[in-house]
């Protein structure tokens, strides 16, 4: 935590969170001081909306303590609209700032879009920023700022309607300072089990069944299908997933380790343990909603950006059967098969162990007397009161809106965060044993990951006991280091057809590979005491 003074007045900074000793307030200024409408909804079992902007004549956002943020825009042309599927119909509505142009909120990146979390479901109004807290202690890819404000909706006239405390933070898209991959060879996907809505473009990705959104790159004109067959020039990214997901799911190229050399498995045993530990409901009870993965140009399938967490700590029997702080006993390995599939590595399992060894206390600290949970519900406990009164009269009365069982005064909102505490050291307790029962998560058996060398037509993946692979006619040579204690190896294809095998001579320099059809092989090398993949594409 760090501390710094601005004259007699303060804020604290806890990482990529604000946390400021008064709540900004933030109003927004629409055609008729009401919400903006809700869209048309589409589909039939799992529904979306069409939600549509309506203009912000005024954007007037006031930070006591801290003027240097304020801000006040009178640009018709700014807008605003709800967002979100089921938290679309809350009576606290979440909402999407559209502005004309450009604009940088609390000092950060400037950008167009950004959003507010109403947190309707989540009765601590924290859940969401303590799951940006764990994407900064991982340090997975793209964790975004937060900012809790109090909002109101206003008339032309300058009558205003409380609505609430909100949380605000950056859209989820490729943006500098945000996802920041190439716009146009890189690309964002969500996996969501809702229907496809206006302005969506969708496929199903070839294992899994995942039912994937492009978000990124973003056509321009308008959007009459949601098919992705209907964008040409989105097909790189159905083509791309598709040959990942394949890669995955072969067995033959799983064994080989072929995954690792397409995925990000590092980022990926980050995304897991977020969703897991926290036991997110659209992700513990095996439907995928709000799942990102993202790859840049030339790189890797990289899990993130972490989003929507107000169901976490939750079960879920329907919409209607919310249960937070649940069993924190639940399992440690998730149920969806994509997820699941990567647990049959043992070098993912090895860095599932990772993430928890190397940042087992920073987790603890976040329920620790005074740590992250205590010092967000202190700034937000003088202010619940008021979010509860927003919504009383439309049968909404609850510290998030969610479910009807919220109360009206600043004890039973400390017992709610008592709640959470509580559930986060027995879901600590519960991780503790059960990633160290048994040797199913080995830490022993990680390996690092392989650097990418060119040569000459020749990608080397290295392993343990360096090894340097050579080109030659029709094949390669590879060259072995002195004392390296190999003994045997095989040659296997991609559909993990064994090529060829022999010994290894003591003393042997290299091993000489001529003849090899034209395609991607992996060379295994035995020892006493390693094994060393390679992967190598030969070009004739």
């Given amino acids: 935590m760090k501390l710094m003074a601005f004259k007699l007045a303060f804020f604290i900074v806890i990482c990529t969170v604000f946390v400021v000793a008064a709540l900004p307030t933030i109003k927004i200024t629409t055609p008729n ?62 909402y999407r700032i559209r502005f004309n142009d450009r604009v940088g909120l609390f000092g950060k990146e400037p950008a167009r879009s950004w959003v507010m979390f109403a947190n309707h479901f989540d009765n601590t109004l924290i859940l969401n920023a303590i799951a940006f807290r764990l994407v900064h202690i991982l340090g997975l890819e793209y964790p975004p700022m937060s900012e809790f404000a109090n909002v109101e909706i206003c008339n032309p006239n300058g009558t205003c309607t ?22 146009n060879l890189g690309w964002l996907v969500e996996f969501n089990f809702h229907d496809a809505n206006v302005g969506d473009i969708m496929f199903t990705a070839s294992q899994y069944n995942l039912k994937t959104f492009i978000k990124s790159p973003e056509i321009t004109g308008s959007y009459t299908n949601s098919s992705v067959a209907s964008y040409p020039e989105l097909a790189f990214v159905v083509n791309e997933l598709n040959a990942i997901l394949n890669t995955l799911s072969n067995n033959a190229q799983f064994n080989a380790g072929a995954h690792r050399d397409v995925i990000d498995i590092t980022s990926y045993a980050k995304y897991v343990f977020i969703q897991q530990f926290m036991l997110n409901a659209e992700w513990a009870n095996g439907d995928l909603g709000s799942n990102f993965a993202h790859k840049d140009f030339g790189g890797k399938l990289t ?3 972490i989003w929507d967490f107000d169901l976490a700590t939750a079960t879920m029997a329907g919409f209607g059967g919310l249960t937070h702080f649940s069993d924190p006993r639940r399992p440690i390995e998730p149920s969806h098969a994509f997820y699941r599939r990567f647990f049959d590595d043992e070098v993912f399992r090895a860095r599932y162990r990772k993430v928890w060894d190397d940042n087992k206390s920073r987790i603890q600290a976040i329920s620790a007397n005074g740590g992250f949970i205590d010092s967000l519900a202190a700034v937000l406990r003088d202010h619940v009161v008021d979010n509860y009164n927003a919504h009383r009269s439309t049968g909404g009365g609850v510290w998030g809106g969610g479910g009807g069982s919220g109360a009206a005064t600043v004890n039973e909102y400390n017992q709610e965060i008592t709640r959470l505490k509580n559930w986060w050291n027995d879901r600590i307790s519960h991780w503790d044993t059960q990633i160290a029962s048994g040797n199913r998560f080995d830490a022993s058996k990680d390996i690092p990951d392989a650097g990418r060398v060119k040569v000459s037509g020749v990608n080397a993946r290295h392993m343990k006991i360096p090894v340097t692979l050579k080109p030659g006619a029709k094949g390669f040579t590879a060259l072995l280091p002195a004392n390296h204690g190999y003994t045997s190896y095989k040659l296997i294809d991609l559909q993990g057809r064994e090529i060829r095998r022999g010994k290894i001579a003591a003393g042997a320099e290299d091993l000489r590979f001529n003849n090899i059809r034209n395609g991607v092989v992996f060379l295994r090398l035995y020892g006493k005491n390693t094994t060393t993949v390679l992967r190598a594409t030969a070009i004739q």
């Fill in 33 to 94: 001081g009401n919400d903006p409408p809700l869209g048309q909804s589409v589909g039939t079992q799992y529904r979306s909306y069409n939600h549509i902007y309506v203009s912000m004549g005024r954007f007037e956002m006031t930070v006591p303590n801290n003027t240097r943020y304020n801000l006040t825009r009178n640009m018709p042309a700014d807008s605003v609209r709800r967002r979100g599927n089921s938290t679309a119909t809350a009576v606290k509505v979440p």
């Fill in 162 to 183: 409380k609505k609430g405390i909100y949380q605000l933070t950056e859209h989820r898209q490729v943006n500098p300072g945000r996802l920041d991959i190439d716009k």
């Fill in 303 to 305: 899990a993130g950006p």
